[in-house]
């Protein structure tokens, strides 16, 4: 019984994270290589068996320890992100008032993604230090 | 943070596992703990503390560094 527990977590936990791999790297692999449709397929199928195993089991497959860690991931990512955007995007801009660069489709897309992605998180820092 | 927890789950004869499943937690959680690697919320440490009908600090003690 012991071990079962164990096991039992633990093959469930590591086939979580590898459903959501494997459906992500075939979303974006398949696409690459022209077959979004399949892509879009696998990453499907990956997606249900992930949540339905999550659903379906018993025990407890992610609790605090698991909210925990990915609340410290999250703020070295958007540190990490914060950083390099602080520099990449004014010295892109300035380069651009110099006539040294050309925003093109995917610098711009990126520049909006990241100017987004920190709107979101002021307004939800602005949510929840209200809140506390 | 230090703790007695696999003192006291040796004497209940608990896996980790076990005592993972009464309280609602993984076995990742429960080893953790146990490893200083983790400190529980308040709420975990009252209800590993209940558990064991004891009041936290009897399980938990500050490091002393």
């Known amino acids: 019984m012991n071990s079962n527990i164990a096991t039992r977590e633990s093959r469930r936990r590591t086939a979580w994270a590898g459903l959501w791999i494997v459906g992500a790297v075939a ?16 990453y499907t199928l990956a997606a249900i068996v992930a949540v339905g195993m999550w659903v379906q089991y018993s025990g ?18 958007i540190g990490i992100l914060a950083i390099v955007s602080a520099v990449v995007f004014p ?3 300035g380069l651009y008032g110099l006539g040294r660069f050309e925003w ?7 520049a909006f993604l990241v100017a987004g992605m920190f709107a979101i ?7 929840i230090s209200h809140r506390k | 943070m230090r703790n007695d927890l696999p003192e006291r789950r040796a004497e209940r004869d608990l896996s ?27 709420d975990l440490a009252f209800e590993i503390a209940d558990y064991f009908d004891c009041r ?8 002393e560094d």
């Open chain 2, 16 to 42: 980790q596992g076990d005592l993972a499943e009464e309280l609602g937690v993984t076995r990742q959680t429960v080893n953790s703990i146990e490893r200083g690697r983790y400190n529980p919320s308040l």
């Open chain 1, 104 to 110: 093109g489709t995917w610098t711009t897309a990126s």
């Open chain 1, 91 to 93: 010295l892109l801009t």
């Open chain 1, 60 to 77: 407890k497959l992610f609790d605090e320890r698991d909210a925990t860690i990915h609340k410290q991931a999250s703020g070295y990512t």
């Open chain 1, 27 to 42: 979303l974006g692999g398949l696409t690459a290589l022209g077959q979004p449709l399949a892509g879009v397929g696998i």
């Open chain 1, 121 to 127: 998180y002021a307004l939800a820092t602005l949510i």
């Open chain 2, 56 to 63: 936290i600090e009897d399980i938990f003690q500050p490091d």
